[in-house]
């Protein structure tokens, strides 16, 4: 799906609940639609490739430790040529 087919999608969701809040507007619905609309967009987003901060952070740090190893292997072999 092209990212403006996605786009106009989450914006007619939007608009289908926005809709069926102008009809009955209490708190506890709005939390319960806010935190559907929150997963939706989440889903969204991932699907266009984006990932979340905390995902981020976790791929980064694991990319951080890998470079690392490898490095270190690097000198180990560089040690063992020397040999």
């Not at 289908?16 to 889903?43: V, Y």
């Not at 490095?71 to 180990?76: A, H, P, T, V």
């Amino acid at each position: 799906m092209a990212a403006k087919d996605s786009f106009d999608a989450f914006v007619s969701i939007l608009r289908d609940k926005i809709d069926g809040f102008s009809e009955d507007a209490n708190e506890p619905n709005i939390k319960i639609i806010q935190n559907e609309l929150k997963d939706r967009f989440d889903d969204l987003v991932k699907s266009q490739g984006y990932v979340s901060i905390e995902e981020y952070e976790a791929l980064n740090g694991l990319a951080q430790r890998l470079e690392q190893r490898v490095s270190k292997l690097e000198e180990l072999l560089e040690q063992s040529k020397t040999k």
